[in-house]
């Protein structure tokens, strides 16, 4: 990436002033100081790792509590780049002054100059951490009052309602930050901080969107695809393999690895051999089963689901806790509480709704009338007929994404 592509806001061009990053991380912040170390340490790591792969340069990373600064010449892509990175709530690109209030002023008339067009409306919000001489609201008076003498020929006005344009200033122990733009992030947990889990994963639209929140936590996420041909086409692995190049882009770690695993062999013996209402839950059990061995290999700590309550017949209550006492890790149903278009919301912000949403080959092996309320020893009975999973554990491999 050249320097005229990182070049990304008017203020970039203000050389009196050093221009860096300004990090926020929410509860990190409440942790007890040895885990807001650890995981400040994770998260510093992470922000390297992204903006290594992205090949954006910085100079240098130090952190205060509750902020990491990083200078470099090219703020604003620093924070398009870590919009992606999990534990980071928010990031600006600033300009840096010392406490002195009237150096503050000066350097607020001279982003307000550039950024503020006729007739419109501002507002200046600082935030002051430390003890100084000035209140954040002796701040806000006086940039505020400078800023619309020096724009007075633009006939601007100030409005703390419905701005226009925002002066935002940070007041820390003995620098202060000038800056207009906030960048939002998803927060969470550093990624990796929390250990793995493996994820059920067919590409639809609920299972990545349970795959992201556990990673939002903090959880290294393998996914496992089973691939349920002849009963499906390459279609449905297409999309799992395009949506989960989606939350690569989350996923701070050098590997992000999917299993794919063939099913369609148990899948013909399930339906041709047990009763064709339990063929679901059976099928579910088989993957409970085969992700419980994947994960024992990988050292993980669970498994992850895409179930939500009631929203298919294999996810009443009754379904669930069958299926759960195919396995003995924990389940984690992060969308167990939500409906579907909840769930869509959520697949809209985080980029995998469109992919997943692509029309794909329906499973043909879905009964007309599943069972909704199956009794376990009819399921452990019928169970019987699939013998072992061994050669489907056998059948997995791994696919690396860069």
Known sequence: MNQKELIGSPIETLNEWKKSVLVRYGELSLKSTPVRSFMENILIRNIKWMLNRKKIPYKSITRERGRIFLDGDFPRKVCETLSNVFGIVSTSPVLETSTDIDEIVRLSERVAEIIIGPKERF??????????????????RRVGEAILTKTSNLNTKVSLKQPDKYIFIEVREKKAYVYHEIFDAPGGLPYGSEGKIVSLFSGGIDSPVATWLMMKRGCRVIPIYFDNSPYTDKSTLNRALSVIKILREYATHDRFCMYVVSHGKTLEKIINQAPRNLTCLLCKRTLYRVATAIAEREGAKGIVTGESLGQV???????????????????YRPLIGLNKLEIEEIARKIGTYETSSINVTSCGAVPEKPATKAKLEKVRSAEEVINSIQEEINSA????LE
């Open 313 to 331: 017949a294999s996810q009443t209550l009754d379904n669930l806790m069958t299926l759960n006492e195919s396995t003995n890790l924990p389940v």
């Open 123 to 140: 507002a200046v919000r600082a935030r002051r951490v430390g003890t100084h001489k000035f209140t954040s609201i002796d701040v806000e």
């Open 397 to 400: 491999e791994l696919v690396y």
